[in-house]
Each structure stands twice: as C-alpha cells, then as structure tokens.
C-alpha cells in the first residue's frame, strides 16, 4: 500500500548541464567540454565545493573531458592512470555514475559521501556522533585521521560532494501554461511575427523582435555574453594568465554591430515594421531573449543609392528595474532561441545551496548572501518566476545577468527519488533510487538502482506506520518515498 511519494525536482548547471534535485540544485557533470570557457566555469563551480582542491578540480575535468592532454593540475591516462595496478583508463567522456568519480585521481569515498553512509541526504544520530567526534568517514578504530596528520585539511562536507553533482538535468521549454514557446530565430519573419502578436498581445513588441532579426544590435554594446562571463570567471580565477588567451578568442563573437547614427535613437511603433521586407528573412540571430533588452533597430535609407541618414530606434524593452517587472516575465516564459522541446538544465538559483552560488563567477559574497536572504522573504511575485528577478531587485547588473542566464533558473523537471517498500511490523525491506524526467511529453526513468547494500536508511517512524500494522496476526507491506 503506497504511503506516499515525494520528490525533487530542480536544475542546476555547471560545467555545461544541470540538476536533478530541487534542493540540492547541482553541478552537472554530464557534457564538459573542452572549450576554454566552459573549461573556466567548470573550474570555478568546482572550486565552490568544500574542501575541493585545484588538484582534484583539473583531475575531475581530465576524466570526462575528450581529449588526453592533462592540465597543469590534472591527470591523464598516460601520465598517472596507466601507472596504476591494474591500469584503466578514463571514459573521456559523460560518467554512467557519480560513483565513477571515485576513480579519478585524489577522490576519496569521504570526500564524495561525507558522513552520510547509508546515502539518505541527511545525517542520522549515529552519523552526526562520528561527524561532532572527528571520526572521519570510514576510519578505522585506532586509526589517525588525516587531521591529525594535517591540521590545516578541510575536512569533508557533512554530505559529501555527491550532493552538489548530479549527471541528469533537463528543462521542458514550454511556457508556464504548457504550450511551446516561440522561437524568436526562426526563418519565416512574417509567420514570427503572427505567433508573436498572438502570444504577446503587444503589436510594438511583436514588430520589434521581428525588426531586430533585420536589422538589431543587441543592448549589450556589441561584447558577447561569452566574454562578459568569461571576463567575470577570470577576476575569480587565480590564472589570470591562462584566461587571457579565451578572452582574447573571445572577443570578436558577439554581435558587433553598431549604430549607424549619432542621433539619439526614435521611440519604436509597429508603423516603423513597414520600412522593412519580412519576406527577405533576417540575418541577425538572437544568443539569448534578453538581447532585447536596450537594443537598437537601425532602418538604413533606401533611395538615392543608399545615401542619407539612418534612423536608429529604441527598444521598448528596457533594463530599467519597472519595465523589467514589467516584460521579462512575459518574454522569459513565451519566447526562446532554439528549436527543442527541452533545453539542458540550469543551477536553480531559488534552491540550491549557497556553495554553489558562491562558485558563480563574478558574483561577492555579499551578493550572494542577499541572494540567500531574499529568497527566504515569503515574496510570490510573479518575477520570481524567472532568473530576471535578480536583475529586477538590483542584485546583478544587466550585463552580468546576460553572462548568467545561460547557466541559472528558477525551475526544473528532472525528479530523484528514494523508495522504500517494508513491513511495518518486521525487518523486511528493498530500497531502490531513480531519476525520472518531466521534461517529455511523458515521464521518462533515467537512472534506476537498488540500495538494499546500504540499508533501508530511514527509521519506522520516518517512512510511517498505520495503525493497525502492530494487529497480531496482521503482517502488511507499505511503501514509501524518501528525497
């Protein structure tokens, strides 16, 4: 008899993917690449772990990364993996597991578990005696703990590193009310711009997301989000060295374009769509909807061989913090950049623990300990729907948001749960763990295990008990869901 099921949900994203849990809001490390960006940011969020060390940070990222060539701190196959006893070499590539990590180079299961044995996400009485006494994880009675040996170790987290990373993340890129959302890329302009009157209501809007794909210049000045966050990933780096380089590479991808005129732009009406051909297409691309924010339109002359003025028009979005209240939740919801009915999850900026904020590039500490307390004030404004909301309450910068968005939300569909079948009145018990993602159109199992081995790893009065499970005679099977 079922006695309940509950989940997490979440996403999180980190060396290039996201969660699966809701309160745990991970890293992913299910696609790390080897783009330089992406390489610094994989650091980075790494770096946020406790405990977590340069040496063991590169060793993690050579292990699932495509090539063989270590980095400074790192370990290959050639260099460390094929000198062990027996060798193995690393898959270089997505893990099948978290356990794997177990073996990469300098990880140790107290690193990646904690104190939490039976793996139930939370430290039980006897757990919490070990952890308050300074037994570490797996000692042995007798034995001298590394911190004896190293009185300045970081000790492990409580939990482990496990519950910063998951391999699982996904997104349904749908809007809130369940329909797709639009693809503000796509080829047909004069069908763009039906679908966009239709969801938007707003024939200004419509025109100038249309226009912008003509004829826009993102409001970012013409520096593409790469390099604003790659530029934030290197204030926080150590290397800065290593990171001048990627800037460098960097530098010439975003939109370059710029204002053909001095004058101050013109207020923009859906009248001004008539000076453009829809039916030619455009060959401006959007890198993320809040390009429209602060952008520009400029309507090159079309007589006299093209000589004359060029009118240039503001974008009826602005980042002031009330027409961003005001857009952003509609915009965020109803439009996107690419053709999938789902997106690779995001850190959940709403639930994830704080480590995992602090390892965001470019953002204080203080930022983030505003960013903690204002998510705990009880506020169910509709813009905290949306990752915009930090931009809204003044906590980042527009430009800092545009370089974050790629890798923050406020939501997720990818589900983890422990379940437990036993008997109330025995010892009986099976316990499995799986992943199931929301992000289809139906449920979809993405990982699925026993964890008998460890136990049933939750007392009687945890999972629930019915009244009558004590009855003699009467022996009944109840499950239950834990996570």
């Known amino acids: 008899m079922p006695r309940g099921l509950a989940g997490q949900a979440g996403a999180a994203a980190g060396l290039a993917g996201a969660s699966e849990a809701d309160t745990l809001g991970v890293v992913s490390l ?112 007798g034995a001298v703990s590394s911190a004896a040996l190293d009185p300045d170790a970081t000790p492990p987290p409580p939990l482990g590193w496990a519950q910063y990373l998951t391999l699982h993340s996904q997104e349904k890129n749908v809007a809130r009310d369940g329909t797709p959302r639009i693809n503000i890329n796509a080829e047909d302009l004069e069908q763009l711009y039906e679908d966009l009157v239709a969801v938007l209501g707003n024939e200004d809007w419509a025109s100038f997301i249309v226009a912008y794909r003509i004829a826009g210049q993102s409001g970012n000045g013409g520096v593409s989000p790469l390099v604003t966050l790659a530029t934030m990933a290197a204030a926080d780096s150590q290397n800065d060295g290593v990171m001048e380089a990627q800037l460098n590479s960097l530098a010439g991808a975003g939109n370059q374009q710029q204002s053909a005129t001095s004058e101050p732009p013109q207020v923009w009406s859906a009248a001004a769509l008539q000076q453009f051909d829809l039916s030619r297409g455009g060959e401006v691309q959007f890198t993320q909807v809040l390009d429209l924010i602060d952008a520009r339109v ?172 004590v009855t003699p005679g009467n022996v009944s099977l109840s499950s239950a869901a834990a996570w």
């Open 30 to 141: 299910a696609s790390a690449t080897t783009n330089g960006t992406s390489t610094s940011l994989a650091t980075s969020l790494l770096m946020g772990l406790p405990g977590m060390t340069p040496e063991i940070a590169d060793a993690i990222l050579d292990f699932i990364d495509e090539d063989e060539e270590p980095r400074p701190y790192g370990a290959e196959y050639a260099d460390y993996y094929s000198q062990l006893q027996p060798p193995y070499k690393p898959p270089n590539g997505p893990l099948q597991s978290i356990e794997q990590l177990l073996l990469v180079r300098g990880v140790t299961p107290a690193m990646l578990f904690g104190y939490d044995e039976n793996r139930n996400g939370f430290l039980d009485a006897e757990e919490q005696a070990k952890m308050n006494a300074g037994i570490e994880p797996g000692q042995l009675p």
């Open 298 to 469: 400029t309507v090159q002359p079309q007589g006299n061989g093209g000589q004359g003025e060029a009118i240039t028009y503001a974008s009826p979005f602005t980042s002031l913090p009330l027409d961003l209240a005001n857009s952003t939740p509609i915009l965020m919801d109803y439009l996107t950049t690419v053709d999938a009915p789902s997106i690779p999850g995001r850190i959940n900026i709403m639930e994830c623990p704080q480590e995992i904020l602090r390892g965001l590039p470019g953002l204080s500490d203080e930022v983030v300990d505003e960013i903690l307390q204002a998510r705990i004030d009880g506020s169910d404004s509709e813009t905290r729907q949306f990752e915009t909301w930090l931009a809204i309450e003044g906590y980042l910068t527009m430009d800092q948001l545009r370089a974050l968005v790629p890798l923050i939300t406020c939501g997720g569909d990818v589900y983890k749960a422990q379940i437990i079948g036993y008997t109330e009145s025995g010892s009986a018990f099976a316990r499995i763990e799986t992943i199931i993602s929301g992000a289809g159109e139906l449920p979809e199992i993405l990982f699925f295990r026993r964890l008998d081995h460890l136990g049933r790893g939750f007392e009687i009065p945890v999972l629930g008990q019915r009244f009558d499970a």
